[in-house]
Nanobody, 115 residues
Framework: QVQFVESGGGLVQPGGSLRLSCVVSRTTFRIYIMGWYRQAPGKQRELVANITSGGKTNYADTVKGRFTISRDNTKNMVYLQMNSLNPEDTAVYYC?????????WGQGTQVTVSS
């Protein structure tokens, strides 16, 4: 069963940056489209960005130009660089498959943007 372990969240001031990391326990990791999702309090989980095995990326309009998704297929890692953060970015962030997520989710990593 695949496992996702996210890290890198924290408390940051508006305008600040964070880099999230996710390690995926799957030997065939490199063939999957991977994604970052987030869930804010009282809201549904939403896809923030995804990336193909070859590095083609796609972003939600709300983060386009501020967030960058990347991956390292040699390490089974997915990253999310988040810049110009604002309070609306406050959420728990998860990584998973980027098209049809697995039913197994990691614990996520909390990102709080506040002054």
């Amino acid at each position: 069963q695949v496992q996702f372990v996210e890290s890198g969240g924290g408390l940051v001031q508006p305008g600040g940056s964070l880099r999230l990391s996710c390690v995926v326990s799957r030997t065939t990791f490199r063939i999957y489209i991977m994604g970052w999702y987030r869930q804010a309090p009282g809201k549904q989980r939403e896809l923030v960005a995804n990336i193909t095995s070859g590095g083609k990326t796609n972003y939600a309009d709300t983060v386009k130009g501020r967030f960058t998704i990347s991956r390292d297929n040699t390490k089974n890692m997915v990253y999310l660089q988040m810049n110009s953060l604002n309070p609306e970015d406050t959420a728990v962030y998860y990584c998973n498959y980027g098209v049809i997520p697995s039913g197994t989710w990691g614990q996520g990593t909390q990102v709080t943007v506040s002054s």
